[in-house]
């Protein structure tokens, strides 16, 4: 989300403002001449003085200038979130792209349903169903990134008949000590790697659950926007959704210290806009 400014800011903003089309910002222009002809008297210093700071506190306070700005503001912080997300997308198989934009469509209908009501509310509507298509990319990927240790380690003889095996050397008369400590290890190892895999397979289906249950979430809000005639309660709907996913955050949050590859997940949500472009763009 784009931070908010200050008075400092937008003087700034204006300090350094150009029209379209324009390669240098007319205001450089003046204090340059300005400077120049303070050279011969130093009175127009002082003249260009009291007029940079006129022009700096008129603009800086303008009510469109400083929207302006804020939307350039907001562009480039979805055009950030957009690389980030189609990053993360890319990543992804292609199964689990188009679930990402099958629910991107139904978040943005719903948007598109709210024909009536006030700006402020259709904008927390955005807010909340980007923590949601948020929280959905975070758990495909975490997904995938367990899917893919699986897959690694799934290769090969299966860990259970190789631990069969050890564990029936180990017995065999006449192994010598040595060797003995040796399969024991070995077979304490594939122990604890079985016991790994069995967790992992366990976090894949509370990942599958979480996956269905925001699906099913998002088509939840999508049937009361249609019957509601009220945004904001429909508003107070989507937090009192998004607010019981943050086990599931911290869930995740636990799982990037373990295979280290989420940390692009840890951010604050995107707004839904970045989510749909993304789509719209693919």
Request: net charge neutral; charged share 25%.
């Amino acid at each position: 989300m784009p931070q908010s400014r200050g008075l400092f800011d937008y003087a700034r903003a204006a300090f350094n403002a150009r029209p379209f089309g324009m390669f240098v910002a007319p205001n450089w222009v003046g204090v340059a001449s300005f400077a120049l002809l303070g050279l011969v008297n130093p009175g127009f210093w002082v003249l260009g003085a009291g007029m940079e700071l006129g022009y700096l506190a008129l603009l800086s306070t303008n009510r469109r200038f400083q929207r302006v700005v804020d939307a350039v503001d907001v562009s480039g912080s979805e055009r950030d979130w957009q690389r980030k997300i189609g990053g993360l997308l890319s990543g992804l198989g292609d199964g689990d792209r188009r679930r990402y934009d099958a629910l991107a469509a139904r978040c943005k209908g719903i948007l598109d349903q709210q024909t009536q009501g006030e700006v402020a509310a259709i904008e927390t509507q955005s807010e909340g169903l980007g923590r949601l298509m948020w929280m959905y990319l975070r758990l495909l990927v975490a997904r995938h990134a367990i899917d893919r240790v699986l897959g690694d380690a799934g290769r090969g003889e299966p860990l259970d008949r190789r631990l069969r095996d050890l564990e029936a050397q180990v017995e065999a008369p006449g192994v010598s000590d040595d060797l003995r400590r040796s399969l024991n290890s070995q077979v304490d190892i594939l122990r604890q790697r079985i016991a790994q895999q069995s967790e992992a397979k366990e976090k894949l289906r509370f990942l599958d659950a979480e996956i269905v249950r925001i699906q099913e979430q998002v088509e939840l809000i999508r049937e009361q926007a249609a019957l509601s005639t009220d945004p904001e309660r429909l508003s107070q709907r989507i937090d009192q959704i998004t607010a019981t996913l943050g086990g599931t955050a911290q869930w995740i949050r636990d799982q990037q210290k373990v295979y280290g590859e989420m940390e692009d997940l840890l951010a604050e949500p995107p707004p839904l806009t970045a989510a749909v472009r993304v789509r719209e763009s693919q």
